[in-house]
């Protein structure tokens, strides 16, 4: 069965940097598309950002555009967020997900939490 | 304002049958299959049920999915305390190129 592990959340002030990783396991992980979805406290579900399986396709939230950069290294099962200029409203639990068939997400990780703040 | 909108609340007794519903207003979804996610308090959100009517293993046959029109239901029957959760729909979004969510409903157990 595979897994996703998130790390690399933490605490950091409004308009610093932090990038945020995703270990992946138990799944051949060059084969699928990868996503991060966000959740604020108390909120909902957001996506933020994809990028398929080659690096040569990535999709942004109109929220995070020109700040986040998604990116992925197959070699090592890993995929990773890094924010610039991060906000308060960036504050969230940030998850790692699989997509499936171009549609939906089988797997998510327990989440990294990213709190902006001064 | 979410193109997928659910009610933000729903509930029920033990035993009871449950449906939660999600409407699209938009066009950018189009005909794109709906999938349903459950998060139980303090935990991921876990796929429920996919492509409006079909359960990934290990999901119990108590769930069910339904697509009428430009709308999708998720049935929860027997329902369990077990089942205290959220629940959110989801759509690609092709101009996105991403999916949406709805707002989620939560689900109480009386």
Known sequence: ????????????????????SCAASGFTFDDYAMHWVRQAPGKGLEWVSSINWKSDKRGYADSVKGRFTISRDNAKNSLYLQMNSLRPEDTALYYCV??????????????????VSA | QSVLTQPPSASGTPGQTVTI????????????????????????PKLLIYSYNQRPSGVPDRFSGSKSGTSASLAISGLQSADEAD???????????GPVFGGGTKLTVL
């Not at chain 1, 690399?8 to 409004?14: E, K, S």
């Not at chain 2, 409407?23 to 459950?38: K, L, P």
């Not at chain 2, 629940?87 to 190129?97: H, R, V």
């Open chain 2, 87 to 97: 629940y959110y729909c989801a759509a690609w979004d092709d101009s996105l190129n």
């Open chain 2, 21 to 44: 519903s999600c409407s699209r207003s938009s066009s950018n979804i189009g005909s794109n299959s709906v999938h349903w996610y459950q998060q139980l308090p303090g935990t991921a």
């Open chain 1, 98 to 115: 699989r997509e499936v068939a171009g549609i939906y997400f089988d797997y998510w990780g327990q989440g990294a939490l990213v709190t």
């Open chain 1, 1 to 20: 069965e595979g897994q996703l592990v998130e790390s690399g959340g933490r605490l950091v002030q409004p308009g610093r940097s932090l990038r945020i």
